[in-house]
């Protein structure tokens, strides 16, 4: 017999499925999980902890080991591009130049995976907000 884990690793690796493909809480959906809507985001992370192993290795047979996936970064960071576009009814095609947007993404991606980037801060003090107060006065005079 099947377990439902290995129906949602099917789902989860399933190429041909864009809504389930690499996608933890839909898997979970497709693979017949019950549980409420908040709780199809936890299965799926927790199955993708369990499948972890598995899910590397099929990662590395589909050609994305850790060091190929470095040398696509690699080669992102020289990634060049060419302008084609329409101009007085004929095509004019620029000549090649980096392509900034592509290499700063891949720096970026570079800086994060080698934790490069300083942690973010984040504020956890809690304000105690006073009630507001009212303040009755009153008139001894009947005016």
């Not at 099917?10 to 839909?26: C, I, K, P, R, V």
């Not at 947007?101 to 970026?108: F, P, V, Y």
Request: hydrophobic residues 35%; contains cysteine.
């Amino acid at each position: 017999m099947v377990s439902k884990l290995d129906v949602w690793l099917s789902h989860y690796l399933d190429q041909g499925s864009s809504t389930t493909f690499l996608q933890a809480t839909e898997s979970a959906k497709a693979a017949g999980y019950k549980c409420k809507d908040d709780n199809f985001k936890k299965v799926g992370y927790q199955n993708k902890l369990k499948c972890e192993e598995k899910i590397l290795k099929w990662l590395d047979e589909a050609g994305l080991s850790e060091s190929a996936l470095k040398l696509k970064l690699l080669s992102l960071l020289d990634a060049k591009e060419v302008k084609i576009f329409q101009y007085e009814g004929g095509i004019v095609e620029s000549d090649e130049f980096n392509s900034l947007g592509i290499q700063i993404k891949a720096l970026d991606m570079a800086l994060k995976m080698k934790g490069l980037y300083a942690p973010e801060k984040r504020d956890h003090t809690i304000e105690e907000k006073k009630p507001p107060t009212l303040t009755i006065v009153t008139s001894s005079n009947n005016e």
